[in-house]
């Protein structure tokens, strides 16, 4: 199946703690985003990369820090979970000269 | 900068009347505009994109550019309709895809 693919769906860990969240994506595209979807359901734009290279970082705190190993990858670890960190993190991807994003099934990570 | 507004949170429409979700965005380039909907628990899909002017589930959109709007419509609502809709923004030539704070629209039978 060619697809945005993101593990785990579901992560609940303790505050203080590091996570990973890994994203792939199988459509030969060039750009790909992560995005967080609050408890209100605001969707922001947190990390984008072209061609493993960043290319947006949106006030992100340092604590989170995409990694890029390929152009088909896009992780994201977070250092020194807090509970505010507690969201719906998607990863997602657009072809080279479009904006038509294509999304994972998103990750729940619930800090307690 | 660019900027896209949802100003409805929630909307609620009986099953069979009209839907219209606005959407208006500021954008100095050309803009690339698009509907993305999240039915419950499931992830981002899109809906309809401006330059295609497709009809999708029965859903359009035009997008006006002297009002700087996209506002999404369907002539009769269904109950499958209650989502969660995103009117997104992005730009030929820009990688950045801005998304509004989108819209709850629930379908009362």
């Known amino acids: 199946d060619t697809a945005v693919s993101q593990t785990p769906k579901y992560l609940v860990t303790q505050m203080g703690n590091d996570k990973s969240i890994k994203c792939e994506q199988n459509l030969g595209h060039d750009t790909m985003y992560w995005y967080k979807q609050d408890s209100k359901k605001f969707l922001k734009i947190m990390f984008s990369?072209?061609?493993?290279?960043?290319?947006i970082n949106e006030t992100v705190p340092n604590r989170f820090s995409p990694k890029s190993p390929d152009k088909a990858h896009l992780n994201l670890h977070i250092n020194s979970l807090e509970l505010g960190d507690s969201a719906v993190y998607f990863c997602a991807s657009t072809p080279t000269g479009s904006t038509e994003a294509f999304f994972g099934q998103g990750t729940r990570l619930t800090v307690v | 900068a660019q900027r896209v507004t949802q100003p409805e949170k929630l909307l609620s429409v009986f099953k069979g009347a009209p839907v219209e979700l606005k959407c208006n965005y500021s954008?100095?380039?050309?803009?690339?505009l698009f509907w993305y909907v999240q039915y419950s628990r499931q992830r981002l899909q899109l809906l309809l994109r401006?330059?295609s002017r497709e009809s999708i589930k029965g859903f359009t959109a035009d997008l006006n550019k002297g009002e700087t709007s996209f506002h999404l419509k369907k002539p009769f609502a269904q109950e499958e309709d209650s989502a969660m809709y995103y009117c997104a923004l992005g730009g030929f030539g820009n990688e950045k895809l801005t998304f509004g704070t989108g819209t709850r629209l629930t379908i009362i039978p």
């Open positions: 954008y100095s380039g050309s803009p690339e």
């Open positions: 401006h330059i």
């Open positions: 990369y072209n061609n493993k290279e960043l290319i």
